[in-house]
């Protein structure tokens, strides 16, 4: 059986040195040849964004102050590297691993205890090979995202192994998803569940259900497996977003802010409750969960810019409200600007915005001359940006510097950049879906606002101009699922950081209007 081993490649995330030595021990005894350690979750994922290993031993418990190592899946999917041809061990005390089975996505191939016992692991590592060899066609078609041949090689796996019909209905699911097909997601989810009703199923319609504007049948799935005391991150997600479209600011913070009691090292989920608190005025909340994820995504698939930018906007309005303490939250919002900067290697687009808020910190704090410097300073940045990049961050310019003494050539460089707009491909249908728009075509207006969002995801402006065009459209279509789907999406999607203050102030005004037309529905 060595000879079988001898070719495999392993990668052991583990922390304890003498447990680390006798798992190498054992698999050195089994054969195995290859085998690179990593002692934390980033070392891991920083190491398989570079090489591919056949399997992956992932110890869960890393240290109180440590992430999980489930979270190595979850970085990897994060930064598109998720391979399905790598199994993933999760070295887990069992009882512990019967409150982890409510992921379709994270979950992995198998689980494992300590103390090791090499004949056990011999046999399941066997078992597992075997299992790979028959579905490797499959997963190295997903791995290389050629959807609907996977999905027929799963048909062509299924008439030959009918034993494993449950394991590629779900990898088929996974795939249905992964293209948008929800409601065949669902119906093929449906299936398994009457085989093998478990939490990860239940999770998989909950959110097929909730792609499908279905939201009383997604809130039944997510609360279910919650209430099972699974530590889940999509329920935990899904269930938050779904309040929050629904207008149940308050139901979604509570359930946030469980969830990183539950799972404190998992940066989306601070970043999440950051972004709702800070949209409902709770700003220690707010300020907390955006150190928390700036913190926690660090170095990261998850490390995100508006994580930074949140932070220090809802340090500016505590400054407004707290003024006995204001040297320490501009001290703060300092620190935090200039750790942007370094963590994101100076890209200029995050120097820009690091300069633009410093003016606006300095002048909320009467410190006149730095804020005049910082604010000639991101115009200077701003010179140099690329058209799409000046483009995308027009409307921060103009609005943090509206009351400097470089409002004016704020103002000169709106003007010369927004008359180029149509160059590129986003702003070319952005101004398309506002002449639309105008002319009361709004069918026409959503549909290009829409190819501006999908070609810029993320852009608050062209996001805040497809969802009213949205609203618009579901006052007379309240029942379109594609309508609310994408619209719930620039509504759970738009990062309160990334938003100008009137944004902000437009935000609000469109999600109660949102609100309005969903929130009867679902009470009736």
Known sequence: MASQFSELSVLIVEKNLEDLDLLRQMLNALGFTSIQV?????????????????????????????KNGLQVMQEL????????????????????????LGSPEHAPDAYISKPYDQARLRTQLEKLQRLKQVLSPVERLIDERRWQEALDQCQRIQQQFPALNVMLMRLRGLILLELESFAEARDLFEQIARVQDKPWVRVAIGIASYH????????REFTQVIDEQQVCTEAFTWLARLHWILGERNQAITLLRKAVMLQPTVPLLHAELANRAAMSNELRLAMEGFRQAVNYARYSAFQHPDYYFGWVRVLQQQMVQNSGQQPALVEEAVRALESAVHDFLDDPQIRFRSRLMASEIYRAHAEEKKADFAARDAIDQFSRLNLDAQLTLLDLLVDGLDASVMADQALNWRESVSK?????????????????????DVDEAFRQFELAW?????????????????????????????????CAEVITSTQYGVMSRRQQQRYQVLYQRFNELVSPAEIA
Request: hydrophobic share 40%; proline share 5%.
């Open 38 to 66: 990593a002692s934390s979750v980033n070392m891991a994922v920083s190491l398989l964004q570079e090489i591919s290993v056949d399997l992956c031993f992932l110890v869960y418990d890393l240290g109180p102050q440590d």
């Open 77 to 100: 999917r994060a930064a598109g590297r998720r391979l399905y041809s790598t199994s993933f061990l999760l070295v887990v005390d069992p009882e512990r691993s019967r409150l982890l």
């Open 212 to 219: 499908l504007a279905d939201y009383p049948r997604a809130r």
């Open 420 to 440: 180029q707009m149509s160059s590129v491909e986003w702003g070319r249908e952005n101004l398309k879906g506002m002449l639309s728009f105008r002319k009361k």
């Open 454 to 486: 999908l070609a810029e995801p993320g852009n608050p402006g062209v996001g805040l101009n497809l969802l009213q065009a949205g609203v618009e459209l579901l006052r007379r279509e309240p029942d379109n699922s594609v309508l609310l789907r994408r």
